[in-house]
Nanobody, 117 residues
Framework: QVQLVESGGGLVQAGGSLRLSCAAS???????????MGWYRQAPGKQRELVAT???????NYADSVKGRFAISRDYDQNLVYLQMNSLKPEDSGVYYC????????WGQGTQVTVSS
């Protein structure tokens, strides 16, 4: 059973930085089937949106709104995925969810990020 646990959220002033972590368990390290892990966020009253993804082949993809400010990375041996967030803006606030996609979508419980102006 895939389980994802996020950590690292919090309150930060605009212009500051945070690093989110996602610990994945129950995922296969050795597989011929590609998978993607990523971060999504949801602000109050808005739909969940993609922030950044990284594939099992280490290809990355970012939302236009975070390009140049956020960086996704992973520790393959430890099954960890990180999201380094720099130059944070109030509009980056929301609940950030870790996602694992391989045949199905799996989600963590989310971690709150609040950026004050």
């Amino acid at each position: 059973q895939v389980q994802l646990v996020e950590s690292g959220g919090g309150l930060v002033q605009a212009g500051g930085s945070l690093r989110l972590s996602c610990a994945a368990s129950g995922v296969s390290k050795i597989s011929s089937t590609p998978y993607t892990m990523g971060w999504y966020r949801q602000a109050p009253g808005k739909q969940r949106e993609l922030v950044a993804t990284i594939t099992s082949g280490d290809s990355t993809n970012y939302a236009d709104s975070v390009k140049g400010r956020f960086a996704i990375s992973r520790d393959y041996d430890q099954n960890l995925v990180y999201l380094q967030m720099n130059s944070l803006k109030p509009e980056d606030s929301g609940v950030y969810y870790c996602n694992y996609r391989r045949f199905s979508d799996y989600w963590g419980q989310g971690t709150q990020v609040t950026v004050s102006s």
